[in-house]
Every structure is written in structure tokens, then in C-alpha cells.
């Protein structure tokens, strides 16, 4: 718990301010880029809210105590009044229907078992985590990571509590996507957004904790990341600089206007590869969650190849290849969207190098 919040100034800020007022708002959403801080900040959070050893010094840091009871309990994950609220969180329910459902949402039954109170599907009755008596008698704060998979019957639900609070109870959604969050869940909260850190922060948090990748691995890590330390983690874990590496013919056989013939089949056995790993190392992982990383890991791949094609055509000022470039960069916007939309993996990425080899062929045809 004693790390800094890196790269966030404006977070910081505001928190800072927030802390030091009598009055701080019970419902916040931190959204912005994956592995951006957004979780290490709602951990820090509540362990300046819940740990009476905090200090009006810390609170301006925005910096929470290390070393005292309620900082062991929260870095262990094991703080009675501190709770994350995930969609895996269904593989433990007691609930036969929420167990062996696709872990793809946060369903209603799950936000009652974990938060609200009230009767699930099953005729169950659950006691409002929300209202309970604080365990340690300092408050309560919850989170809900991925806030934007919240079935929308399930933010409905939620207005009830963000309108009527209880008192010292502080609620933090996580996301990143701002917008498939109901505007009347938005006007409730407290809104901070987080960005790709900075250079200089991004260098700090290698200083810090680091990567065990030197060289050439460890700069393209940081430049898949793009400011996320959270995805130059997950890129190293999982051994992506291989994808992309195996990837680069077919990309650039694309960017030719070319076929491949093969390319939409590795990518697709290369996320099976990913989500089977992701299994096979957490009995609870969710299969259909893990099948959705990796597709998403191949969006930031492909999202990183166009990227630097589109730098290389502004530097040498080529209009046809900067329009081509963008023209392909929809190409992914519409694969994210057929993922989403449940669409056969197979499918959606024999799509995405379909529409990107024809936005290429046009362009070289001009």
C-alpha cells in the first residue's frame, strides 16, 4: 500500500481535495486506459478512509499508511470492509444460474450478493452488504472493477444506493468506457479520469517495480504499453512480443493490399493459447472472459502495427497512406465491436484482415 499513485496528477488532486474536506462524496468513477492506476488508487483510497493511523499529511499526498493493522489487511486482500466486486466473483456464488453462466457481465444477482441486499433469481434473500455495521468500525468502500460491464438492469438497481447512501460508505466504479455507463449512474459520482502516464512516470515505475525483459523485448513492451504499466505487464506475462513477431508478415502482407492466407487462424490459435493458459493457471478463470483478453490483446497488437505505419506515412507526408492507415484503424473499431457483440472469434478476425487488406488495396490502387 505504500506505493505512490504514478503518472496522475489530476487524480491526485482531486482526491487530495476531497480528502481534506469535512464532507467527501460517497460515489466516485475512475475511468480512463487499462492498467493506468485506477485500482491502486481506490486501494489507496480506502486506505486513507478506513485507517485511522492516516494522517492529514498523507491525505494531501494522497499516500495511505504502511505498516499499521488495516494496511497488512488490505494488502493481504483480506480487510472485512474493503470489497471488489468482479464478474469471476459468480464462480463463488450460491447461485446454480449465476455459476454457470458466461462470465462476460455483472449481473443484478451478483451486485445483490456482493453489495445490494434483496431477493435473487433463485428466491434467495441477501442482507445489504451496503448497510451492514463497518467490521472495524472505520467505514466501508467498495469497488467495482470493469464497472462497464454492468448489466444495465444491474446500474438501475445501483441508483437506489448511490441517491440514499450509507453513511461512510463509499462506492468506486472502475472503468474504461465512461459511456456505457447510464448518464443518471454519471451524474451521481464523482468523476476522475486517468490518462497514459508520462515518459518521466513511466520511467519511475520501472525504476520501481520494472520488467524482466532487457533490450529490444523491453522497448517494444513499452511501446505496446503506450503509458500503461498494466499493459506492459500483461504483454511480458504473456508472452506477446512472440505475437508480434510471428504476426509482422501477415501485417505487412496487408499493408500491401496482400491476403494472407493463414493470418485470421494463428491469431485466433494464438488468443486460444492465451485464454487456455489463463485457465489452466486459476481453476475459477472464466474460459469466455480469458477468450475476450486475448482477443483484446490482438486488437492492441494490430492498434500498435497501424500506429507506427501511420507515423512512418506523416513523416514522409504520403496522404494516400495516412487515409489507408485510418481506413484500417476502423477495421479493429469494428472487430472490438463484433467481440463485444458476441460474434464467432473465428469470424470477427477473418473480417478484421479482410477489411484491412481491402482498405490497404484501395489505397495502393489510388
Known amino acids: ?30 475511468h480512463g486506459p487499462m492498467g493506468t492506476g485506477k485500482m491502486l488508487a481506490a486501494r489507496i483510497f480506502a486506505g486513507l478512509v478506513l485507517d485511522p493511523a492516516a494522517t492529514p499529511a498523507q491525505r494531501r499526498a494522497f499516500h495511505a499508511p504502511s505498516g499499521t493493522e488495516e494496511s497488512r489487511l488490505l494488502d493481504a486482500g483480506t480487510h472485512p470492509d474493503f470489497t471488489v466486486i468482479r464478474k469471476e466473483l459468480s464462480r463463488h456464488s ?57 448489466e444495465a438492469e444491474a446500474q438501475n438497481a ?8 450509507p453513511p461512510r460508505t463509499y462506492l468506486m466504479l472502475l472503468t474504461t468506457r465512461l459511456d456505457r455507463l447510464l ?19 513511466m520511467q519511475s515505475w520501472l525504476e520501481r517495480d520494472g520488467l524482466s525483459a532487457t533490450g529490444a523485448e523491453r522497448d517494444w513492451l513499452l511501446r505496446f504499453a503506450e503509458g500503461s504499466p498494466g499493459a506492459a505487464v500483461a504483454a511480458e506475462r504473456r508472452g506477446l512480443h512472440a505475437w508480434w513477431s510471428d504476426f509482422q508478415t501477415g501485417f505487412q502482407h496487408m499493408d500491401r493490399g496482400k491476403l494472407p492466407g493463414d493470418l485470421a487462424e494463428r491469431m485466433h490459435e494464438r488468443a486460444n493459447e492465451l485464454a487456455d493458459s489463463i485457465v489452466k493457471e486459476n481453476e475459477y478463470a472464466s474460459k469466455e472472459a480469458a477468450n475476450r483478453l486475448g482477443l483484446s490483446m490482438l486488437a492492441r497488437l494490430c492498434g500498435l502495427h497501424l500506429r507506427e505505419r501511420l507515423r512512418g506515412a506523416c513523416d514522409r507526408a504520403s496522404t494516400g497512406e495516412i487515409a489507408a492507415s485510418l481506413a484500417c484503424t476502423a477495421s479493429i473499431e469494428r472487430f472490438e465491436d463484433n467481440v463485444r457483440g458476441n460474434v464467432n472469434p473465428k ?12 482498405a490497404s ?3 495502393v490502387a489510388q
Open 1 to 30: 500500500m505504500s506505493a505512490p499513485l504514478l503518472g496522475q496528477p489530476g487524480a491526485v488532486r482531486a482526491f487530495s481535495a476531497a480528502l481534506e474536506r469535512d464532507r467527501l462524496h460517497h460515489a466516485w468513477i475512475l
Open 94 to 150: 450460491a447461485n446454480r444460474e449465476l455459476r454457470e453462466r458466461k462470465q462476460l457481465n455483472i449481473p443484478l444477482d451478483l451486485l445483490r450478493e456482493t453489495l445490494l441486499g434483496g431477493t435473487d433469481g433463485e428466491g434467495r434473500h441477501h442482507d445489504s452488504a451496503a448497510f451492514r455495521t463497518a467490521v472495524r468500525g472505520h467505514g466501508k468502500v467498495f469497488v467495482i472493477d470493469e464497472a462497464e460491464l454492468l
Open 158 to 165: 445501483l441508483l437506489k444506493t448511490l441517491e440514499e447512501p
Open 183 to 201: 448518464p443518471t449512474i454519471r451524474s451521481r459520482c464523482q468523476q476522475v479520469a486517468f490518462g497514459p502516464l508520462d515518459a518521466a512516470s
Open 347 to 358: 469470424l470477427a478476425l477473418a473480417a478484421l484482415v479482410a477489411e484491412w487488406t481491402d
Open 361 to 363: 488495396r484501395v489505397a
